[in-house]
């Protein structure tokens, strides 16, 4: 792989922080190239705290100057949306050609509206695109709500492969009683770590390594369909390390999405497991047989390794879940498992239609440009799928 190839973009002022640490958090070893991390915002603030100290690998851009004057866009998308189209070639020129763009941002501010025009931008010139992306926090208010309402569906209609995660949901297996503070930090914690080993697994080379081709593989396979997925990250030392990642992976309510398994649900998973030298055969076995029997039968699992002396004496597992493209959740029938108790497989039919039909009652609609965003894309676009 080359350096270029892989480029993670963060777009808004909280993307651009929880970026920058992991920036300077992820290279494990000084031989191989730093992160390539670009960071845009429209708020020549967050992008001073950005460069000061200066990471190696880490460049900011900043857009829409003529309309914002260098500030926030004031939590209004539409200004971040066009903000970016003001200074589309530009910030196509600071992006380049890289093989893979992992795209960050916050929804809930104006920034975040950039998402949508950045994502054709990649889709237009073949840069294959992962966009982690995250929903305001319960007590944010509802101007941020609404925002991030409108925002996440253009995401979803765009992006090759995109999660968006609650901050509330990285915060439920977290300690109780934290400040907001805390709680905005935690949640940065467990976003990165999701970003870390995707970034780690891609690049570095391990027994079995997943490569920024392999990715690539697995969204073009979707055509222009989105690909929802879940992730979590799990880690653990010692005797038992293996089997203590599986029971934290089994338990991990990040994947126990309105009632519905994300695991059992997954059509195809990446297994990354980051681990030192001392990794042994057996625990592979553990772990893989454990993590199996997570998953339908039908599921594709696919396995990436990271061997590095900084994580002797560890193992660090992450995993991400695609689910089917087009319906945001696994409708297949046969798939279907609901969380916990088994039920028949008519019954959590039954279960998994009604959630998602019933998800966008007593929510205002999302229409834009006339396309209605809270019907399934599959039905949208007119595609049939295979059930
Ligand atoms: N994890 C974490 N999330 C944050 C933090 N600050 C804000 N957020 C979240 O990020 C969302 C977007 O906020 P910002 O990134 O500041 O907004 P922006 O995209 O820069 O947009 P404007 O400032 O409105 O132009 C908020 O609604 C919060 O949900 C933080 O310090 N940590
Ligand atoms: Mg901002």
Known sequence: ??????LFISLGGAAAGIARRIAGNVRRDPSQPPMRLLVL??????????????????????FGTQRLDGKGTGGDHVFGMSAFRDDAQTLLQQIGSPRLAIVLTCCGGGTSGACEPL?????????????????PLPFEGDDRKHCASVVVPTIMANANAATVVPLATL???????????????????????????????LVHPGYLQFDVEHLRQLLE???????PF????????????????????????????????????????????????????????????????LFHKQTEI??????????????????????QSGTEMLSSEDALQPVG???????????????????????ERTIIDGVNYDEPTYLRRNIRLKR
């Not at 994502?119 to 010139?125: G, H, M, V």
């Not at 396979?221 to 690909?227: D, F, V, W």
């Not at 001392?278 to 029997?293: A, F, K, Y």
Request: with cysteine; aromatic share 6%; proline share 1%.
């Open 171 to 201: 915060l439920k297996d977290g300690p109780e009683g934290l400040t907001a503070a805390q709680s905005f930090e935690y949640a940065a914690d467990r976003l990165s770590a999701g970003v870390s080993l995707l970034w780690t697994l």
């Open 1 to 6: 792989m080359k350096a270029d190839d892989l």
């Open 119 to 135: 994502l054709r931008l990649l889709n237009e010139r073949g840069i294959a695109n992962i966009v982690f992306a995250t929903e």
């Open 221 to 227: 396979r979707e055509g222009s369909l989105t690909l």
């Open 41 to 62: 915002d429209t708020d020549d603030a967050v992008l001073q705290t950005v460069t000061n100290p200066h990471i190696e690998g880490v460049s900011v851009t900043i």
């Open 341 to 363: 108790r088994k039920r028949s497989s008519r019954q959590a039919r039954a279960k998994g239609l009604t959630a998602v039909k019933d998800r966008f009652d007593d929510v």
């Open 230 to 293: 879940t992730f979590s990250d799990a880690s653990a030392v010692g005797e038992t390390r293996a089997a203590e990642v599986v029971t934290a992976i089994t338990d991990s309510s990040r994947f126990k999405l309105r009632g519905i398994n994300c695991l059992a649900n997954a059509r195809t998973a990446i297994v990354g497991v980051l681990a030192g030298e001392d990794l042994r055969l057996s625990e592979l076995n553990v772990l893989m047989n454990g993590l199996r029997g």
């Open 302 to 323: 696919l396995l990436g390794t990271v061997n590095h002396a900084s994580f002797n004496g560890k193992l660090e597992v992450v995993v991400f879940a695609f689910t």
